[in-house]
C-alpha cells in the first residue's frame, strides 16, 4: 500500500487488487481503476474547499471546532504516482487495514455505501457518506493514523499533520 500527502491531507492507497471483496463492493468503479486512494474528513470542508485557494476562515473554524459530518473521499488512478509513500504490510495487517476503511463508510438501510452523485473535483474522483465526526483531535490525518494503530503498522501517538506519520515511512 501506499501514503501520498497534498501537503496537508494524507490519503491511504490500496492496489485494487488489495482490496477485500466488501470493501470494493458499491463503490463506483471502472476496470481500469487499478488504485483506490481513501481519505476521510469533513463534509463541508470538502464541499466548500475543493483547493486550498478556496480556504476560507469560516470552513476551517467550523471543521476545527464543532462536530460535523464526514465524508470519504475515493480516487481512482490507473497507474502508481512516484510521489507515493510505499508502506509494507503483512496479509494479517491488510486484512485489518481494509475492515478498518471499511467500517468507516455510512452504510445506508440496505447496507449499502452511500455515493454523493456529483460531488467528485474530477472524472476520477467520488465522495462517500462516511462514519465518525470529524473536529481539532479526530482529522483526516488522526483518521489515517488511528488505521495504522488499527492494522498493527508504525504509528503516531497523535498526528494532525501529514509529516509526523510520513516520516516514518521515508528513508
Request: net charge negative; aromatic share 16%; glycine share 4%.
Amino acid at each position: 500500500m501506499y501514503l501520498h500527502t497534498n501537503g496537508v491531507h494524507l490519503d491511504i492507497i490500496i492496489p485494487k487488487k488489495n482490496a477485500s471483496e466488501k470493501l470494493l463492493q458499491d463503490l463506483a468503479l471502472d476496470e481500469t481503476d487499478a488504485f483506490l486512494s481513501f481519505g476521510w474528513g469533513d463534509k463541508n470542508f470538502y464541499l466548500n474547499t475543493p483547493e486550498w485557494s478556496d480556504l476560507t476562515f469560516n470552513n476551517a473554524t467550523k471543521a476545527l471546532f464543532l462536530k460535523s459530518a464526514t465524508w470519504i473521499h475515493l480516487t481512482k488512478y490507473q497507474h502508481k504516482r512516484s510521489d507515493w509513500t510505499p508502506v509494507y504490510l503483512n496479509n494479517a495487517q491488510l486484512k485489518k487495514l481494509n475492515t478498518y476503511i471499511l467500517n468507516s463508510f455510512y452504510l445506508d438501510k440496505n447496507q449499502q455505501k452511500v455515493l454523493l452523485q456529483g460531488k467528485g473535483y474530477t472524472d476520477i474522483d467520488d465522495f462517500y457518506e462516511a462514519t465518525g465526526s470529524y473536529h481539532c483531535f479526530f482529522t483526516c490525518n488522526t483518521w489515517v493514523n488511528q488505521a495504522f494503530i488499527e492494522s498493527d503498522l508504525k504509528a503516531c501517538l497523535w498526528t494532525p499533520f501529514d509529516f509526523a506519520l510520513i516520516d516514518k515511512y521515508t528513508d
